[in-house]
């Protein structure tokens, strides 16, 4: 561990999201983005942000924080955006960046009435969930990404949703794995290739088998081309998770924009 890792670990609040809030308020007034309240059932605020104009391409989702247990994607999230504010301002985006604050508060990967927020998104009666598929309603991304960590894991893996024939996902993962290694073993019964779950079908019965619908799943089947979930291994440094999603992002974004083979 060197000096810095060691200042960030000492510094961090990565699990105070009023903390949190006030520094995407700046990148917000940086950016020129949009901050919209998402009608949280809870004291704590729940907010999205996007362009206070329309901007031509499919453009980026990004979310994070809907376990709370997982600190290092909305960290991750947060770090990315303050250092790519001229992207933000020139690139559509909608983003969510801590969906479940409350959750972060407590470390606990539910909303506090004990619902995981990640098998809601066919559940518009939840009143946070309502709101995000209310503005997303009818718009299309490049990409959608949901930023994870994962408990059990050994290293960093993705799913990838996508259209046939398109697979971008090994590709994301070789800047992040120089920080954190890829997941060696099984994830829910399949071993990643190149640390790469990928699917282009079958949606229907992963949302049956897991009891709701994922944000990611949502996504995909309405707007999105390719739905990317990044999963850190919670048990590493968190400052080394923190950098792994910073990576990510960076990966997906230099595949945003003109010249980009027509993904933006």
């Not at 942000?49 to 031509?56: Q, V």
């Not at 301002?89 to 969906?99: A, D, G, N, S, T």
Request: some cysteine; glycine content about 12%; aromatic content about 8%.
């Amino acid at each position: 561990m060197d000096s810095g890792e060691r200042a960030y670990l000492a510094g961090h609040r990565s699990h105070d999201p009023a903390y949190l809030l006030r520094r995407w308020r700046s990148v917000a007034r940086k950016a020129k983005l949009r901050i919209i309240d998402l009608k949280s059932e809870t004291p704590h605020p729940v907010v999205a942000l996007c362009n206070r104009h329309s901007a031509p391409g499919g453009g980026l989702y990004l979310s994070a924080g809907i376990h709370g247990d997982e600190p290092a994607a909305v960290q991750g999230l947060l770090q990315w955006a303050e250092e790519n504010v001229c992207f933000l301002r020139e690139q559509p985006v909608f983003i969510v960046p801590c969906l479940n604050p409350w959750g972060l508060i407590n470390n606990r990967r539910e909303d506090p009435e004990g619902r995981d927020l990640n098998r809601c998104f066919d559940r518009p009666e939840v009143p946070v969930i309502g709101a995000i598929l209310e503005l997303i309603s009818g718009r299309e991304f490049a990409f959608a990404v949901s930023l994870h960590e994962d408990f059990d894991a050994d290293g960093i893996y993705l799913y990838e949703l996508a259209r046939r024939g398109e697979s971008l996902g090994p590709g994301l993962l070789k800047k992040a794995a120089k920080t954190i290694p890829r997941h060696q073993g099984r994830v829910d019964g399949r071993v990643p290739s190149d640390g790469v779950l990928r699917r282009t079908r079958g949606m229907a019965g992963i949302v049956s088998e897991i009891g709701g619908m994922p944000e990611a799943i949502h996504l995909f089947l309405n707007g999105a081309r390719s739905a990317l979930t990044f999963e850190t291994p919670s048990e590493y440094s968190l400052y080394r998770r923190v950098q792994c999603h910073v990576r990510f992002l960076e990966g997906v974004a230099s595949l945003v924009g003109p010249g980009n083979g027509g993904t933006g």
